[in-house]
């Protein structure tokens, strides 16, 4: 017996196991980042100073970099929508493109944490950079993470498309969401650390 | 050790071909079939409680005797852990730490859901296999590795985490290296449990078998479903909270580091600012449901083998299955319970007490309801429904004595004493652990083909039924007391805990003969494997579907998919040719 | 997702795709160009919340597909948000009643 459901939709739920399991790993991510967006309103009213985040980051930088994720995510999605047309070339492009914007955030990341160790700025400075690079970092290995599945299907995986063109596209649909995820923590927390 | 069988040969599954002649390795090391991923998380978690008992009996020692050297193995420990054979406070502390991590994370919680859940969930719904095996597989591992990282921490500088298995901040922080390899290996094990719980989820709901619909489940199915939504969701906090005490330590933040915090007279350098109950807070939003994960699926199996030797259906099942998701959502909104000596104010104080009672009232209906099952049942009395029917009484014992701690006031002269131990001790020893041993009596046949010994596993239970009061009936009293729990000398330093430091000695001699009655069974597990009783694949003569499966059960489980016609304890139903009609029957 | 999607309907689809990426950028201009008016803290908070709520919902609506998802996902992420709320309260049990270190 193989196991029924990975590619075909089970009746009663309308659903294959890769689409439920995706989205119980996220609930799981909710409550991670959760928690940790709650540690950062507990410490920060329970702080006697707290400084405004422009004042310490580096605003433009991160909008450019909140521009790159937001553009990963529609070539994403563009990229899931090329298989389900069957275009398997254009497929490829904006998969491409999703890893290479995910290269582009982490570089300016780079720059980003670089900058400030050089100004001797690090998490023990005080609880708003610890929070920061905290959260910022836990971030930044969700999106290696990520990229290195979109990788994989971009690459080696792709071999799937030729024997299981619906499998494929399947799992490119649920790293997509993990990926929109990503994207999704990074909407919060760029206003949250950021601008405020 | 015992393993599925040579695959059955399935002509008509041509696509299956791959599965055929897999070498050693992959078979039986990286196997991605769910049996023997069970039975490595159940062999692997087996070997870690007694390792952890072990630790307790080595405790044991000190609290009966402190301050004397321990006599034949004192000397193994080295000079700096027991000089002179004579336990030092900190080795004490490492041993106390340690025992409480391991009997949780790696012990009770990868046997009773790694091992009991994916050996026998994907069965008992007539599924080939769980909905993920390759992420089951990586499951198993994240854990091996939290493992052995947890005891590789037994040998760094300063040894092993000694600042509780709760890793109170600010102590944790300051405490040495062996605490920042507990956060990596707490780090690994979480991973294992989430992937686990994923796919607990996703095989419950997608895999179940044609008729089988959510209250046609095996009281063991809500149970392990519940549990696995348990660990989902609770488990992240207690990640990110590991996160954040890894910075603390490692990057030298202060999340959980008060301004001023002074340390041996020194102001400690560190940017301040932080706050020590925001890890109580995130630990126990973890650490209570995760309690709950330690008894529900216990409670299932218990309910399985009543039912079927009882030869009657589970008395209330709807009323159990519904508490049960009730006590799954309120186990969200109790944690602070274990926080009301923290300063909390009395509104804070009125919610959690409420909720806390409020959660009480599930476990008695289930607790009830199992009672009730027994009630003019045709009671047969083997090995595994002796330790199911001891559950509940001792487990009534432990939940009965939670109700002062739950209530704040009560709660102010039990925190952190002996009478929290014995509490807790009660639920899970005496309760998940019999229920766990139930378990492993009445399915081994399934997994092996073979029965374990009846005559040793009666020893093993009486043994070890007598044994577990002795140790913690004792600490009720010595709680009550006064004596605080964690005190290297059981208490040997206060005047007003004379009186019932002898106490400390009885519960040593207990616990020190619950580990000789452990020894029949150790045998017969392995004895068993190949001198056990062949059975066919029915030998309790049993309703759900894993029973109707070979024993043990071939690559993909099933010939055919198994379809439900019926409830899952259809015994003694008038008409039928025989006390009992499966639940995949005709 | 299924293959009974018709490439017509991945038109549609791949519309509203552009049409949210512009919304995204058109927001995260604004909630910028807001934070520069150093708005008091209590309507800076709020303002910014909103408006990534607003983003995030399009993000999870749209890119994620949830405005036409199962009953079953919903659920869970239902179930979530309230347990992800309960986290929310620590802070707040934090602060009550004097329950707090001063610094």
């Known amino acids: 017996m193989e196991i029924p459901y990975t590619v075909e939709l089970r009746r009663d739920t309308g659903l294959n196991n890769g689409k439920i399991g995706i989205w119980l790993f996220l609930a799981s991510e909710v409550m991670l980042f959760g928690a940790l967006f709650a540690s950062y309103i507990l410490i920060r009213t329970g702080a006697t100073s707290w400084p405004r985040g422009d004042t310490i980051l580096n605003v433009p930088l991160a909008t450019f970099n909140t521009i790159v994720l937001i553009s990963s995510s529609v070539t994403m999605v563009m990229a899931w929508a090329s298989l389900m047309r069957h275009r398997f070339g254009t497929f490829r492009l904006y998969m491409g493109a999703t890893v290479a914007l995910g290269g582009v955030f982490l570089v300016v990341k780079y720059f980003e944490y670089s900058h400030k160790f050089h100004d001797h700025l690090f998490p023990s400075t005080n609880n708003f950079l610890a929070i920061y690079f905290t959260l910022t970092g836990l971030h930044m290995l969700h999106v290696m993470g990520g990229m290195a599945v979109n990788a994989y299907f971009w690459g080696p995986g792709a071999k799937l498309w030729k024997t299981n063109p619906e499998w494929f596209t399947n799992r490119v649909e649920n790293s997509g969401l993990f990926w929109h995820f990503v994207d999704l923590v990074w909407i919060f927390l760029f206003p949250t650390l950021y601008l405020l | ?586 | 997702m299924t293959t009974s999607d018709h490439a017509a309907d991945i038109d549609k689809h791949v519309r509203i795709y552009i049409t949210v990426f512009v919304a995204l950028m058109v927001l995260t201009i604004v909630t910028v160009a807001i934070s520069r008016l150093h708005l008091p803290v209590h309507l800076a908070v709020t303002v910014a919340l909103v408006v990534a709520v607003v983003k995030g919902s399009l993000v999870a609506c749209y890119f994620m597909h949830l405005i036409s998802e199962k009953k079953l996902i919903y659920a869970v992420l239902v179930l979530t948000v309230v347990f992800f709320f309960a986290l929310l309260g620590l802070p707040v049990i934090t602060h009550e009643n004097g329950y707090w270190i001063p610094e």
């Open chain 2, 1 to 586: 050790m015992s393993e599925p069988s040579a695959v059955a040969h399935k002509p008509h599954v041509a696509h299956e071909a791959h599965h055929e002649e897999l070498g050693f390795w992959r078979k039986y090391v990286f196997s991605t079939d769910h049996k023997v991923i069970g039975i490595q998380y159940a062999v692997t978690g087996l070997l870690f409680l007694l390792f952890g008992f072990c630790l307790m009996m080595l405790m044991r020692w000190q609290l009966a005797y402190p301050d004397s050297p321990l006599p034949l193995i004192g000397g193994l420990f080295g000079e700096s852990r027991m000089p002179g054979g004579t336990m030092l406070p900190e080795f004490y502390n490492e041993l106390g730490a340690m025992h409480g991590t391991i009997m949780v994370f790696l012990g009770v919680v990868p046997l009773a859901v790694g091992g009991f859940g994916n050996f026998v969930l994907p069965l008992q719904i007539g599924a080939p296999d769980m909905a993920f095996p390759r992420i089951n597989m990586a499951s198993y591992w994240f854990f091996f590795l939290g493992g052995v990282t947890m005891l590789a921490s037994f040998f760094v500088p300063g040894g092993a985490a000694q600042s509780g298995w709760t890793s109170y901040v600010p102590l944790s922080v300051i405490a040495g290296t062996g605490q920042t390899w507990w956060l990596i290996g707490m780090i690994f094990l979480i991973t294992s449990s989430l992937l686990g719980a994923v796919n607990f989820i996703t095989t419950t709901i997608q895999l179940r078998a044609k008729g089988l619909t959510f209250m046609r489940f095996p009281f063991f199915v809500w149970a392990q479903f519940v549990t696995a939504f348990l660990l989902l969701l609770a488990f992240p906090p207690l990640e990110a909270a590991g996160v954040m005490q890894l910075m603390d330590r490692v990057a030298g933040t202060s999340f959980f580091l008060p301004t001023g915090l002074v340390v041996s007279g020194q102001v400690v350098q560190v940017a301040g600012g932080g706050n020590p109950l925001l890890w109580q807070h995130l630990f126990w939003f973890l650490a209570h449901p995760e309690v709950y994960v330690l008894i529900l699926p216990g409670m299932g199996i218990v309910a399985e083998v009543i039912a079927n030797n009882t030869r009657k259906p589970l008395w209330g099942y709807r009323s159990m299955v519904w508490s049960l998701i009730f006590l799954g959502f309120m186990s969200f909104i109790v944690w602070a319970h274990h926080m009301f000596m923290t300063g909390m104010g009395t509104a804070m104080a009125a919610f959690f007490q409420t909720t806390t009672m409020i959660i009480s009232i599930p476990s008695v209906v289930i607790l009830t309801a199992l009672i009730i099952s027994l009630w003019g049942g045709s009671i047969r009395f083997n090995t595994p429904m002796l330790f199911a029917v001891a559950f509940l009484p001792m487990f009534g014992i432990g939940g009965l004595t939670g109700l002062p701690l739950g209530l704040n006031v009560a709660d102010i002269p039990l925190h952190d004493t002996y009478y929290v131990i014995a509490h807790f001790h009660y639920v899970v020893a005496p309760g998940t652990i019999f229920a766990l041993f139930a378990g492993i009596y009445y399915w081994y046949p399934k997994a092996t083909g073979r029965k374990m010994n009846e005559m040793l596993g009666k020893i093993h239970f009486a043994g070890s039924l007598i044994c577990m009061n002795v140790v913690f009936m004792p600490m009720f009293l010595v709680g009550l007391a006064g004596v605080s729990r964690r005190l290297y000398d059981g208490g040997a330093a206060y005047d007003f805990a004379q009186p019932v430091l002898h106490w400390n000695v009885v519960s040593s001699w207990g616990a020190w003969t619950l580990g000789l009655f452990q020894i029949p069974f150790i045998f017969n597990f392995f004895w068993s494997i190949w001198k056990g009783e062949v059975t066919d694949a029915n030998p309790w003569q049993a309703t759900t579907i894993e029973w109707t499966a070979p024993s043990p059960p071939p690559h993909g489980n099933f010939v055919t998919a198994p379809e439900a016609h019926r409830g899952p304890y259809e015994y003694s139903v008038p008409g039928a040719g025989r006390d009992f009609v499966p639940q995949s029957e005709g």
